[in-house]
């Protein structure tokens, strides 16, 4: 099995008829699905999510119970695991705590805790 890791990260510099020069800020290249690498260890954890198909698309949120709170969120896209093709959030980096997976409107929904070097799974499927 072949595993592509995509991250790119692009500079634009032009300049306007008015003969100002900048920066656009940087872009990444986002994978919407498929393999999934996770940077786990030390204090380090992952956690994948599992839900309805219809969350497809949209963004999952989570916030710490860390001094200052710390706030992230990613993708929900439909990822193959073998034979089995699921709905997933995939939080491939996290630092070992408390967190609360928020509802799409910031409510705390679920409070789960991450341990470095493991993986956490969770099923929010309705």
Do not use: K
């Amino acid at each position: 099995m072949t595993t592509q890791a995509v991250s790119i990260a692009q500079h634009h510099h032009h300049q306007h008829e008015n003969g100002q020069d900048h920066v656009h800020a940087e872009s990444y290249a986002h994978v919407q699905g498929g393999p999934t690498v996770l940077d786990i260890g030390g204090e380090i954890g992952a956690m994948i999510v599992t839900l309805s198909p219809a969350a497809e698309g949209t963004e999952l949120h989570l916030r710490s119970t860390h001094e200052p709170p710390i706030s992230i969120h990613t993708g929900v896209w439909r990822r193959g695991f073998g034979d089995r093709v699921s709905t997933t959030a995939v939080f491939a980096e996290l630092v070992e705590g408390s967190y609360w997976v928020l509802d799409s409107s910031g409510t705390d929904l679920r409070q789960v805790e991450i341990r470095g070097g493991a993986l956490t799974s969770i099923d929010l499927r309705d």
